[in-house]
């Protein structure tokens, strides 16, 4: 990942330096707003990128009729994980989530960071039914019984479950995307709740 510091430095020593070559500057420029939009501790979209993108998914979805799915994940026992073992071991058990999600998502749906804290993230599939969305929540289901955290932790060697709450709904053309996310949410505390 680029540092956005040394970007901006160089876009402005370009700037200052009267450079003619826009094409460099330009291209600084794009990383500087692709960069701006990427979580560092897990390298997917930021919450910004993220209301971006259910917006224009709303509008792709109420020109063409298609409608799409958005679900809400929150990694289970994150602050067990912090308290008993440390703060790295939290990171990297978001980290781990985040890379689950990833290998098992479609190209063109979009993760994100979502939600008022750092272990929630937000997935749009894009031309998803609710038929499309049930079967991803249950491969979804399936895979996460695979799915282990190794680290080290004061000289021993640890495999913890990596588990996730999960939330959906589906967004018809020209319905309120609003009620979407919140039934999404609601599904993801309900599951929160059945511990």
């Not at 998502?105 to 008022?116: A, N, P, Q, T």
């Not at 749009?124 to 929540?137: E, P, V």
């Not at 000289?155 to 589906?170: A, D, Q, V």
């Not at 919140?182 to 505390?189: D, I, P, S, T, V």
């Amino acid at each position: 990942m680029v540092n956005i510091e040394e970007l901006v430095e160089l876009v402005s020593k370009e700037i200052y330096l009267g450079s003619p070559n826009k094409d460099l500057i330009k291209s600084y420029l794009d990383l500087i707003r692709e960069q701006s939009t990427i979580d560092p501790l897990v390298g997917v979209r930021n919450r910004t990128y993220g209301e971006k993108a259910l917006l224009q998914a709303k509008q792709l979805s109420d020109q063409t009729g298609v409608p799409f799915s958005f679900f809400m994940f929150d990694v289970v026992d994150l602050k067990y994980y912090n308290n008993k073992y440390s703060r790295r071991i939290g990171d990297l058990a978001i980290q781990s989530a985040a890379d689950f999600l990833l290998r098992h998502s479609r190209h063109k749906d979009d993760l994100f960071k979502y939600g008022e804290s750092a272990d929630e993230f937000g997935q749009i599939l894009r031309n998803a039914y609710r038929q499309d969305a049930d079967g991803y929540s249950k491969r979804i289901h399936k895979a996460m019984d695979l799915q282990k955290l190794k680290f080290r932790h004061k000289f021993r060697t640890y495999e913890l479950p990596i588990r996730l709450h999960m939330g959906y709904s589906t967004y018809f053309p020209n319905s309120d995307l609003d009620n979407v996310i919140l039934e999404a949410n609601e599904m993801m505390n309900e599951t929160k709740n059945q511990k």
